[in-house]
């Protein structure tokens, strides 16, 4: 399936910005791309320009396509399946693997970029993980990361839960967290950590310049 999943050690850590990155890079590079977010929490309706499926619209140049890329909405900046529940609603695992999986079969010679909520075991459902979600869909997997201090527990107990999973972890990207230590020496610490598994660094900037990781994904995970 050409799809990617992008899940990140926790919340508010730079899945967004890297994704958007990437959907970037990897249109640079004529590939086919789009964007799934299975569900979003804290959305306003009134003020969803900053909202994660209006920054991945942006970024595919479909800013009509917040819609298409988050069908599931909801306004408490809560985990999504309480935030669920506030608006009456049940969350259902299988209702988003259906979705991502035919969102996925659509694209041709390029990617389906999905975007969990919060961490690898963050909720999805009341009864389903992130890793679930990546488990049943069978994706490579790309784990992003701060470079704060601490990232380096994150980031390997986060491994060992993907890997139990038998989650192909394609990449770890280390964006650079605010008040960090220095970014080459904290991604320098991690590299003898990841038994070969490609680690790729994202300065602090307006945008980042994914292309390094594109180049990667399509010889690893797509064509273009
Ligand atoms: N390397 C970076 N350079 C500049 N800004 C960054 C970088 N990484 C993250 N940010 C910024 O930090 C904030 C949080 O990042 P982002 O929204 O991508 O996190 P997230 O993991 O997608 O959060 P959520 O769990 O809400 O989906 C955003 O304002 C984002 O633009
Ligand atoms: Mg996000």
Known sequence: MPALFVTGTGTD???????????????A??????????????????????????????A??????????????????LSPNIAARLEGQTLSLDDMVIDAMARAAEIRDGLLLVEGAGGVMSPLTDTAT?????ARLGAPVLLVAGSHLGTISHVLTALVALRAAKAQVAGVVMSESLDAPDLVQTAQALTPFLEGTPLFTAPRAEAWDAAGLADHLLATVGKP
């Open 13 to 27: 850590i730079g899945k967004t910005y890297v994704t958007c990155a990437l959907i970037r890079a990897l249109k």
């Open 60 to 77: 595919l140049g479909d800013p009509g396509g917040v819609f298409r890329i988050a069908p599931r909405r909801y306004r408490a900046p």
């Open 130 to 134: 992130n890793l679930d979600m990546i």
């Open 29 to 58: 590079r004529g590939a086919t791309v789009d964007a799934f977010k299975p569900v979003v929490s804290g959305f306003d309706p009134t003020d969803a320009a900053g909202s994660d499926p209006a920054r991945l619209a942006a």
